[in-house]
């Protein structure tokens, strides 16, 4: 059986193998698998039924011939296109050659020509050498010229003479001091001959310009005669190259001098005798009746003229105070060409030389002010009005010393009438002291401080008011104001002294109470200020401190009073005026506990009580229990009167504080002599029977009836 299958299967083999070659079955076996879902088949498809109209049996079979046919024909048409390019590349193939052959033609050309223009060239590239040195030698020839040579231009404005002066001049004279500076870098290289040769011509130019500008600065400085000149800019430049020649300066200065202290003493007299253009402001004689105002407006003007003085010459030299120096140091961060101390040296020499014009200057108003000012002090002014006089003298003294220093003619004058307005106002106080002690004046009923007292403190006020004002230090002004008020306090407490050597303790202490409590706070009704027609001499802040001190004591004294001790300068002398009120105040103390003693008929009991020795008091007479309790009865009595007898007997004193001040310690005085009492009284020693029915009053209830408590 197995045999028969392989049998069969042998048969088989070759007619598979037919199957698979035959063509018809690979197409049949190809469509069978052909997927018509696939997108180019699709595309096929469409693509063949745009060939047909019709699906038929010939189309069909004529298929493949068709599309083969179609195929030869596109081709064809592709051939006959590309015909026409070949044609076109063809010819711009020719057109390239015969650019190929121009170009190697020009360049032939170009090579004979560099061979024939070779040496041109070189000849061009020389000649362009030397020109650039030439032009390398005329910029160092001009750059030469320039910096050591003066033009045609600057070399007739500085040696041709003329009216004027310009800025071009100033510049030409200044390029040509630049030349000789420069001139001595060539005197130390291998020039010197020509250094030498550039200085001996520019010297010749300089003499002839400095002497040229030396003119024409005399002649402006001719023209100062105005009480404010006008400096152009011109002659500062003038005044600051002429330094460089310092003879020709000297009299420049010596001329401004000259022309500067007639303007002075000629605008000083037309200030006194005839005033301002248009009579405003009126002639300073016109004020002669009022010596203060007088005096300040002739040292008002004399300040004014010199500060305007000072700055036309610091304008005129291009000078600064040292403030302004060190502002412009602090606001300029660049390094100056000279050191710190070359610049210190410059400005101090700078300040000399102004501060000695000045003093020439001014030197000619010395004389008519001394004259005026002395011929015022010696007119018969009283002391408050030389003193405000002398003080205003002070002021102004140490203002022009600030300006003009210490050793101009104008200080030393000024100083020496200070000196002269000082004496002449102690003169005035020592013989209105001399005065006061040849005639002695007795106290009134009332006590109160005599009329010249009155009139002496009225002056020590306004004098303080005006010396409150004055610009000198705390240490200063107590150390001057001491002898001031040591001149009028002095006679003034000796005359009191005086006055009271013939009255009663109590009296007298009283008095002398009141005369010192006004010296140390003097009434007033007003502030008064001095007012300067230049400037206000008491000043506002002076009189507002003491106006609102005035204003703050017056609860404390009941009215509206100036206390010594408003004014700093015063303060030692407060002190002492305050001791010597103390001593008197222990006097009145002293005296008003014998008085409260005596009215609270405690007195014999007390001395009783000293008297007894070693006796005990409850068996010494005087001292028995019988005494002691009619003492007591006299006490009671007398705490329900004692405010009443007590201010009249402190009544004439015109402070209500120190009257206050004496009856609390009289009292309190009284209460510790009634608590040794009443410890005496208990003391079983004493041997007083019951003591404590005695004692009607403990010193507790003493103290509160006579309201010391609190």
């Given at each position: ?83 026409t390019v070949q044609q076109q590349l063809l010819e711009i193939e020719k ?450 401190h003491a106006c609102m001190h005035a204003c703050g004591t017056m609860a ?131 041997k007083y029977e019951f003591p404590s029915t005695l004692v009607t009053r ?13």
């Open positions: 059986m197995a045999t028969m299958l392989s049998a069969s299967t042998d048969e088989l083999q070759p007619q598979n193998k037919l199957a698979t070659a035959n063509p018809l079955s690979r197409k049949l076996a190809k469509m069978l698998h052909l997927s018509l879902d696939e997108p180019e088949t699709q595309e096929a498809l469409v693509a063949l039924s745009a060939f047909y109209k019709e699906n038929s049996t010939a189309s069909r079979r004529n298929l493949k011939s068709d599309i083969e046919k179609r195929v030869i024909g596109v081709n064809k048409r592709f051939l006959t296109a590309f015909e057109q390239i050659d015969g650019i190929g052959d121009r170009c190697a033609t020009m360049d032939a050309q170009l090579k004979s020509a560099y061979n024939d223009t070779a040496a041109v060239l070189k000849h061009t590239h020389d000649l362009k050498a030397k020109s650039e040195l030439s032009m390398q030698r005329k910029f160092i020839i001009d750059t030469f010229l320039k910096r050591f040579t003066l033009s045609d231009e600057e070399i007739h404005a500085l040696t041709t003479s003329g009216d004027t002066v310009d800025n071009f001049f100033f510049s030409s004279l200044k390029h040509l001091q630049q030349i000789q500076d420069d001139c001595k870098t060539l005197l130390i290289s291998d020039h010197q001959q020509l250094g030498l040769e550039i200085i001996a011509t520019t010297n010749m130019y300089q003499e002839a310009a400095f002497e040229r500008l030396f003119r024409w600065t005399q002649a402006e400085c001719r023209l100062m005669k105005t009480e404010l000149p006008e400096i152009t800019v011109e002659l500062k430049q003038g005044i600051q190259a002429l330094r460089q020649r310092p003879i020709m300066f000297q009299e420049c200065m010596e001329e401004v001098s000259n022309i500067r202290r007639s303007a002075i003493v000629r605008g000083f007299q037309d200030a006194l005798t005839v005033g301002g253009p248009g009579g405003f402001p009126r002639p300073i004689e016109f004020h002669a009746h009022d010596a203060q105002r007088y005096i300040g407006d002739i040292l008002a003007w004399i300040h004014q003229a010199c500060v305007s003085e000072r700055e036309m010459l610091e304008g005129l030299f291009g000078l600064a105070s040292s403030s302004s120096l060190n502002r412009r140091r602090a606001s300029i961060p660049t390094p100056s060409a000279l050191s710190p101390l070359e610049e210190i040296d410059g400005f101090r020499a700078d300040e000399e030389l102004l501060l000695q014009i000045l003093d020439k200057n001014l030197e000619g108003v010395c004389r008519p002010l001394q004259h005026r000012v002395e011929s015022v002090l010696a007119s018969g002014i009283g002391p408050i009005t030389s003193y405000r006089i002398a003080n205003l003298i002070q002021f102004y003294t140490q203002t022009v010393v600030k300006t003009l220093g210490t050793f101009s003619q104008l200080s030393v004058s000024l100083e020496a009438l200070t000196d002269s307005a000082f004496k002449v106002f102690f003169d005035t106080l020592n013989a209105q002291a001399s005065d006061m002690l040849r005639f002695v004046q007795s106290p009134e009923q009332d006590l109160q401080p005599p009329q010249a007292v009155k009139d002496t403190i009225a002056q020590l006020r306004e004098i303080m008011l005006s010396y409150d004002g004055s610009l000198l230090s705390a240490e200063e002004r107590e150390q001057e104001f001491g002898k001031i008020i040591g001149t009028l306090m002095d006679p003034v407490l000796q005359m009191c002294l005086l006055g009271s050597s013939h009255l009663k303790p109590l009296d007298s202490a009283i008095y002398m109470v009141n005369c010192l409590y006004h010296i140390q706070v003097s009434r007033a009704h007003a502030c008064v200020c001095i007012h300067d027609h230049a400037s206000f001499w008491c000043s506002f802040r002076a009189c507002m404390d004294h009941g009215g509206g009073q100036i206390a010594l001790a408003a004014f700093s300068f015063a303060a030692s002398q407060v002190q002492v005026l305050e001791s010597q009120i103390d001593g008197q105040v222990e006097v009145l103390v002293s005296e008003q506990y014998a008085v409260i003693l005596r009215q609270s008929g405690l007195s014999s009991l007390v001395q009783h009580m000293e008297a007894a020795g070693t006796t005990p008091l409850g068996l010494a007479r005087g001292s028995d229990a019988r005494s002691v309790a009619e003492a007591m009865s006299r006490l009671d009595i007398f705490l329900v009167t004692v405010t009443v007898d007590v201010a009249d007997t402190l009544s004439r004193i015109s402070s209500v504080q120190i009257a206050r001040r004496v009856t609390q310690q009289g009292f309190r005085k009284f209460v510790e002599t009634y608590r040794a009492m009443v410890g005496k009284i208990m003391d079983p020693e004493n403990t010193v507790e209830e003493v103290e509160t009836l006579l309201s010391l408590q609190g």
